[in-house]
């Protein structure tokens, strides 16, 4: 076949349809052209007057073997032969006890990855099940009413299954291939194998995941929800996991609890399993009209039907050497309540497939470490992020009630008391404050600095009118579970394997995935025939 990159089509071209692109690139006829498969689209928007998709594609044409000759700016041949990712004749001991602890990204893909080896293992979900979960979760949206244990933190999908479902993928693994046809395979947009930036949108991902559980059950495999580990030891053979107050014994545990699992932390901690800090990053959700949002990136054409919702990506450096940038953008989305604890507020963001509501919204992180928890002690980042979700929720009215703050105000250091053109889209309801009050002197100057900056490359992000929400506090995982390099394992802890994001491992939906793959194999190795 021929690999043809950098096809330009004009977004006011009538069809996708490639076939004419292809022939007047390779100046054959288009019934010289057999067939074709889409690898790749992206927008370029560099003139906002005429803009293009640009397509990479892999094109079966008649007489392949002349191009062999012909030198064609970005065509080339392609014989690259696909790896084989699953070897099927490789067998397994099946006597041994499998458990994965939390059914996000992590623990779904090392469940979909034993139970391609017919190995049943046994899956713990603290939270509940993808149908009630959104039942739970709307309840805590409309009333305030929280469950600790299945919000939108925890539960069927993990974190992931109540944001955008972006599938940031920068790996070349062939792991993340095999994770992205399952999402097709669940249920996804088939688009999402090619497009720029994919991503399913929360209100198709309550079936994909729902699917995915029931493809790892089909195997025999057994899915277990409001069923919460709290305790893990080493007996002279086996991991005894308590859960719901009655033990159990595995040969091998996979702990796969996301970000936000704070007190399965504490609780290895305690056991002595080697935890360390690591930075992460923390901030607000800011708020704009898409619309804005879509002229900044599109020009006249911001209407245009092909383009949909834009995005962005932004980032600065400060003088003091603060990383400031932007990150989980949900285009046409809304500010979501994101607490998991009692008495602490914290905010995400949700995007549905379309992205269709009326505002665009992101994080706006500075980075954060050692020195701004004063402390090096392992679990000092937890403490860090309690103390300013304490904050915040005081500051919202002590009811799950957000706060919230024009971006002029923030500037000028003033509560806000009256909004511009900006609603905000948090449900539960906001309440006008002076976010810098939640954060040290230090990060709210990075903030400052970085708002022209940033608004030099988006026309329009620091417009006065932009609105801030407190807080964005759950970005990534406070703290690493050290891990042998080679097998995956716990330095101290045989045969348990701290996997994805809550373990330090990932950041995201897609490499939280591809983290839980790998560790599955580490384990498939230790009982291969």
């Known amino acids: 076949m021929l690999k043809i990159d950098q096809l330009k089509v004009n977004i006011d071209n009538e069809t996708t349809d490639l076939t004419i692109a292809i022939s007047k690139k390779l100046r054959i006829g288009v019934n010289d052209i057999n067939s074709y498969k889409v690898l790749k689209r992206s927008i370029d928007a560099r003139k906002k007057q005429e803009i293009y998709f640009v397509f990479s594609v892999l094109a079966n044409v008649k007489n392949e073997s002349n191009f062999l000759q012909k030198k064609i700016p970005n065509?080339?041949?392609?014989?690259?032969?696909?790896?084989?990712?699953?070897?099927?004749?490789?067998?397994?001991?099946?006597?041994?006890?499998i458990a994965i602890i939390g059914f996000g990204p992590a623990g779904?893909?090392?469940?979909?990855?034993?139970?391609?080896?017919?190995?049943?293992v046994t899956v713990f979900e603290r939270g509940e099940a993808v149908d009630d979960r959104t039942e739970t979760i709307n309840r805590f949206r409309n009333r305030g009413i929280l469950n600790p244990e299945s919000n939108v933190q925890f539960g069927e999908g993990g974190a992931g299954t109540f944001s955008d479902g972006k599938l940031t993928n920068r790996s070349k693994d062939i792991r993340g291939k095999y994770l992205f046809e399952h999402?097709?395979?669940?249920?996804?947009?088939?688009?999402?194998?090619?497009?720029?930036?994919?991503?399913?949108?929360?209100?198709?991902?309550?079936?994909?995941?729902?699917?995915?559980?029931?493809e790892v059950e089909s195997k025999g495999s057994v899915v277990n929800f409001n069923s919460k580990v709290t305790n893990i030891t080493k007996n002279s053979k086996k991991i005894v996991l308590t859960v719901n107050d009655a033990k159990e014994e595995f040969d091998y545990v996979i702990l796969a609890t996301g970000h936000s699992a704070r007190?399965?932390?504490?609780?290895?901690?305690?056991?002595?399993?080697?935890?360390?800090?690591?930075?992460?990053?923390?901030?607000?959700?800011?708020?704009?009209?898409?619309?804005?949002?879509?002229?900044?990136?599109?020009?006249?054409?911001y209407k245009h039907k092909k383009l949909g919702a834009a995005e962005y990506k932004l980032t600065h450096q400060t003088n003091k050497n603060r990383g400031v940038y932007t990150f989980c953008m949900c285009p046409g989305g809304v500010v979501m309540p994101a607490s998991s604890e009692l008495g602490l507020l914290a905010v995400n963001g949700m995007s549905e497939y379309k992205r269709s509501k009326v505002n665009a919204n992101s994080a706006l992180l500075v980075n954060v470490n050692e020195s701004d928890f004063l402390s090096d002690h392992p679990l000092a980042g937890i403490a860090y992020q309690r103390e300013i979700e304490k904050k915040a929720f005081e500051l919202g009215g002590s009811d799950y009630k957000a706060p919230v703050q024009t971006v002029k105000d923030f500037l000028d250091n003033k509560p806000t008391t009256k909004l511009g053109s900006v609603m905000p889209s948090y449900s539960i309801g906001v309440k006008y404050a002076n976010l810098r009050s939640i954060y040290s002197e230090s990060i709210n100057e990075a903030f400052v600095e970085a708002f022209t900056k940033l608004g030099n490359k988006l026309k329009g992000f620091n417009s006065d009118d932009a609105l801030l929400t407190g807080i964005e506090s759950r970005s990534s995982s406070p703290v690493r579970i050290l891990r042998d390099k080679e097998t995956l394992e716990s330095t101290n802890l045989t045969n348990f394997y701290p996997t994805g994001e809550g373990a330090g491992y990932a950041g995201g939906i897609v490499s939280a995935g591809i983290d839980g793959i790998k560790v599955a194999e580490s384990i498939l190795n230790k009982i291969k025939k």
């Not at 065509?75 to 006890?97: A, R, W």
């Not at 990855?113 to 017919?118: G, V």
């Open 263 to 301: 007190d399965t932390i504490e609780m290895l901690y305690n056991n002595d399993i080697e935890v360390v800090q690591k930075p992460f990053a923390v901030g607000f959700r800011i708020e704009h009209h898409q619309t804005m949002i879509n002229k900044a990136q599109f020009g006249v054409n």
């Open 75 to 97: 065509v080339e041949i392609y014989n690259k032969v696909e790896e084989e990712f699953i070897d099927k004749s490789l067998k397994y001991d099946k006597t041994k006890k």
């Open 183 to 214: 999402f097709v395979k669940a249920g996804a947009p088939e688009e999402i194998m090619y497009v720029h930036n994919p991503h399913i949108g929360t209100d198709k991902l309550v079936e994909v995941v729902r699917n995915i559980r029931k």
């Open 108 to 120: 779904m893909f090392s469940a979909l990855r034993f139970a391609d080896a017919n190995i049943k």
